[in-house]
């Protein structure tokens, strides 16, 4: 049959008017309609099925999402809204106005997964040198000659008794012997035996004796078996980072798919918020009171149950509505408001130890940068102030992203701390 030109020449020219609308982002839900029917024009020529299938994928307006994407007003543009779910899944690698919602804490992620292999294979290696720079401090102001001389008279220790005498010999000589506790004095009688006669003391200069015992002395204790304090109230805190910036990122990435998903992704989006601030308190609870059983475990149990109960509640589906943003907020900064009472607990009961007040610096410092970043989210600070201006960059859930990873990555540094201070101190100095 003999093509009409005059009518051929009608439907193209509809085709490539209707192109061109596709193109820019739809105005109105009316116009998107019209792009969708338009479709059905050209989707028989290769070309143009390629063509559709790129309009189709664009980004969209604010005024044009599903009720369940909208979210924040004063975010204008660039959403992605419904989407098949390989280019949701290859979304990652594009610019939108969640691109950096999604990799702000897919990095935090992968920096923490870092932090704990780190802190698995090389913290008690960490905590050896530091033993050995403590020796070399203890050693500059002890008597060499007098613990070489007990040494020498005293070389095989037959019984008892005469290890009792040593060992209250080299206290007087040595006040700081017994500093750790993972480190028996059985070790350190080995080690001073090994390493002090090998050296002359008579004529030659204590800082020359001090280089060549202090070498025997850090290689014999690196080889030593540690028994450091446990570590599972640490790596529970990091657990609880790890899964919930990826569960942060992947809700980013995926909540556009469907509602069904959405609905999904932001109940564990919440729920990691919630398990980071529990454990949290992990670290910091268990190792200011790990000499007090009731305390520890009165403590430990208080924010678990509040942990466990925030994640329920976040589960409602009414805690994801929009206009619940600042009751969400306000619930996970009361939660982390409440870490305040085992903190000050720990200053009262280690008034006189340094390391209490440089650990609640730490402490401090983690609060005021999720505190810092709830008021920017739950205010949205500052796209309020100009409605498009931060679309792709600069908005608040970004800010509120950066802060978080800061302020996980300061308690973490607060942990390494605690640590140290329970390796060298267990509960013998309290």
């Not at 664009?58 to 280019?87: C, F, G, M």
């Not at 919602?101 to 932090?115: D, E, P, Q, V």
Request: aromatic share 14%.
């Amino acid at each position: 049959m003999k093509r009409n030109k005059p009518l051929y020449a009608i439907i193209r020219k509809m085709v490539d008017s209707r192109k061109e609308r596709c193109i820019v982002l739809p105005e109105t839900a009316e116009s998107q309609l019209d792009c969708e029917n338009g479709s059905k024009f050209f989707l028989k020529e290769g070309k143009s099925k390629r063509f559709w299938r790129g309009v189709k994928y664009q980004l969209v307006e604010y005024h044009t999402l599903p009720a369940y994407l909208k979210d924040n007003e004063y975010i204008l543009r660039y959403y992605r809204s419904e989407w098949p779910l390989k280019q949701v899944f290859l979304s990652i690698f594009y610019i939108h106005n969640e691109t950096l919602n999604i990799w702000t804490h897919l990095l935090g992620f992968l920096l923490f997964l870092s932090l704990t292999i780190y802190t698995a294979m090389k913290i008690p290696q960490v905590m050896d040198l530091q033993v050995v720079q403590q020796l070399s401090n203890m050693l500059r102001s002890t008597d060499l000659g007098k613990i070489n001389a007990e040494l020498l008279n005293l070389p095989s220790l037959p019984n008892m008794a005469d290890f009792h005498r040593f060992k209250s010999d080299l206290k007087t000589s040595l006040p700081s012997v017994d500093f750790l506790p993972s480190l028996s004095v059985w070790n350190g009688l080995e080690i001073l035996t090994n390493c002090l006669p090998k050296h002359s003391i008579a004529d030659t200069s204590k800082d020359c004796i001090l280089k060549s015992v202090e070498g025997d002395m850090g290689n014999s204790l690196r080889s030593l078996p540690v028994d450091p304090v446990t570590r599972w109230p640490f790596f529970a805190f990091l657990g609880g980072a790890m899964f919930c910036l990826l569960a942060s990122s992947t809700c980013h990435l995926l909540s556009c798919y469907s509602e069904r998903l959405s609905y999904i992704m932001l109940r564990l989006d919440y729920s990691g918020i919630a398990a980071l601030i529990a454990t949290s308190f992990y670290p910091p609870v268990y190792y200011s009171f790990m000499c007090h059983p009731f305390l520890c475990n009165l403590y430990l149990s208080f924010i678990t149950i509040l942990g466990i109960a925030s994640i329920a509640f976040s589960l409602l589906p009414v805690f994801q509505k929009p206009h619940f943003r600042t009751l969400r907020a306000s619930l996970f900064f009361g939660m982390g408001v409440s870490g305040a009472i085992p903190i000050m607990h720990k200053l009262i009961l280690y008034w006189d130890k340094p390391v209490a007040l440089e650990t609640t610096s730490y402490e401090v410092l983690m609060g005021a940068f999720y505190g810092i970043g709830a008021l920017i989210y739950a205010k949205r600070i500052p796209e309020r102030w100009k409605p498009g201006k931060y679309d792709l960059a600069g908005h608040s859930h970004q800010l509120f992203h950066v802060l978080v990873v800061a302020g996980a990555y300061t308690h973490y540094h607060a942990g390494l701390i605690y640590l140290r201070w329970r390796d060298m101190e267990g509960c013998s100095k309290n």
